[in-house]
């Protein structure tokens, strides 16, 4: 089944802990973002990937890294953890960027709080 | 790429047709529309997207006015599994989507 993964789907930690959260998709695509979603402000794109070994901050990548060593693979980290990271991530790939006009898949979202 | 706007939230009857509206009145030749919903809190889903001919898929219609400024998604026959808010996005350069506050669509018995 083609689909994006996300893991863990509930993260409590405490500030300061380091952090990944994983994302995979199966469908060979060469795009994969990270977005955050809260409440009153929407969702937000924190980085994206065009391809392997190219990523590029988003609107908010200010805390987060990204590597993409793979191209199924798109990991978020959290070097060191503050309260304003909790929040509702969700990652996403399509075959190619958005502004080629194909369809984005999400993963569930990974539930992050930082305490 | 283009500033859309959403009604906050609409009611629909099971069974009826959902009709919700999009005002997009900056957009440019190579922008196109996209509709995505997101079901409480799991990860949005693409619903269709057009550039200017009216599309149909499986899930829902949307039409789009001929001078672009406007489009309608339309579920033809509203479930309660389609309570859900609705996101109309407009994008043409950018390397992201950009989702607005969508509209919360409450399908009621």
């Known amino acids: 089944e083609a689909q994006v993964t996300q893991n863990p789907r509930y993260l409590i930690t405490v500030t300061g802990k380091k952090l990944t959260v994983t994302c995979s998709q199966n469908?060979?695509?060469?795009?994969m973002s990270w977005y955050r979603q809260d409440p009153g402000l929407g969702l937000r794109q924190i980085y994206y990937?065009?391809?392997?070994?190219?990523?590029d901050k988003g609107d908010v990548p200010e805390g987060y890294k990204v590597s993409r060593k793979e191209k199924r693979n798109f990991p978020l980290i959290l070097e060191s953890p503050s309260p304003n990271q909790t929040s509702l991530y969700f990652c996403?790939?399509?075959?190619?960027?958005?502004?080629?006009?194909?369809?984005?898949?999400f993963g569930p979202g990974t539930r992050l709080t930082v305490l | 790429d283009a500033k859309t706007t959403q009604p906050t939230s609409m009611d629909c009857a099971e069974g009826r047709a959902a009709n919700l509206p999009c005002n997009h009145s900056t957009i440019s030749g190579n922008e196109y529309v996209y509709w995505y919903r997101q079901i409480h809190s799991q990860g949005p889903q693409y619903i269709i997207h057009g550039l200017k001919n009216n599309e149909t898929n499986e899930m829902a219609s949307l039409i789009i006015t001929e001078d672009r400024k406007s489009s309608t998604l339309i579920l033809p026959h509203a479930t309660l599994r389609d309570t859900a808010v609705y996101y109309c996005i407009v994008t043409g350069t950018a390397s992201k989507l950009t989702f607005g506050t969508g509209t919360r669509l409450q399908v009621t018995l």
């Open positions: 469908m060979n695509h060469e795009y």
């Open positions: 990937s065009m391809n392997v070994e190219v990523t």
């Open positions: 996403a790939s399509s075959l190619r960027p958005p502004y080629s006009y194909n369809e984005q898949f």
